[in-house]
């Protein structure tokens, strides 16, 4: 199972945002804003986390580590610590956002003195997940933070910055990973016999760690296996199936992605193949690739993929690969 941000004590790669935070740590010279972004699963929760434990235990040292044994990293993890706080959605009452109270609540906690320390810190996790309005509060909290106030906002896609939260944060590009370094995770992690096509999750990862690990796991690796039977032939029955599986997974994305890799290795085959003299079908091919992108950045930029998008799809996959 891979370990939540909270409880993962080591962070591997991006070694130079670390050096860099470490020595803004220990000479003292910390901004109150810092903006982690880049791919989502590359560790920028995992080193919010990290750091705020540095900077909770008060050490002075030549890296951040802090062991789990230690009472900073127990408050932490137990949610406990008085100068400790995150905003993220409410997972148990199934909210698909950070709602404006919960960044209210910031108001009241940097209203305190620290406890235990000389900072109060504010893990955002993430930014994606604020509408306007929760955006807003929190830009009026940043515009005047209180003295030793320190905040960690982390952001998948600098699309969903509002500028004026941009330029009171310190940015803090992650990188992704290489295909060599997610290979080499998948393979400590794989210890069993299953067979998984890993070039293809190493394509599909994107470059995140995280991601990488969430595309081997059961669920997953049932969604790719219908997928693929998608661009074969397939009962009404099984599109029905596939439909119920991709909204109770809430592996949308994962079927877009997916699709658009079939489609081009396909378009790719067919190109490479000097017998191959049908170029409709080729021709369909990349209008199918067109329209996918299409459907799904339409989706995604209006937040709206839905059930009708996905049967667009299918009806589009089933017309353009059978007839």
Known sequence: MYSSAKETYNFIGNDNIEQFMLNSINSRKLHHAYLFSGTKGIGKATFAYR???YILSNALKENMDIDKSKKVSKLIEKNSHPDFM???????KEKSIIEIDKVRKCINFFNHTPTLG????CIIDSLDEMNINSANALLKIIEEPQKNSLFFIISHSKETVLPTIRSRCLNLRFNKFSDCEIKKFLNNKILDEKVYDLNEVISLSHGSVGRAFDLISEDSQEIIVKVKSLFNQFSDENF????????RSNKIDLFFELSLLIIDKTIK???????????????KLFFLR??????YHEGKKY?????HMILELILLIKKSFYH
Not at 240 to 247: D, M, R, T, Y
Not at 290 to 295: F, G, N, S, V, W
């Open 290 to 295: 067109a329209e996918t992108q299409r459907i």
């Open 86 to 92: 995150v905003l993220e959605k409410d997972l148990d």
């Open 240 to 247: 029905q199936k596939l439909e119920n599986a991709l909204i």
């Open 269 to 283: 085959e067919l190109i490479l193949d000097e017998n191959y003299q049908e170029n409709k079908r080729i021709d």
């Open 51 to 53: 750091a705020a434990r």
């Open 303 to 307: 937040k709206n993929i839905n059930n």
């Open 118 to 121: 000389a900072y109060k810190i």
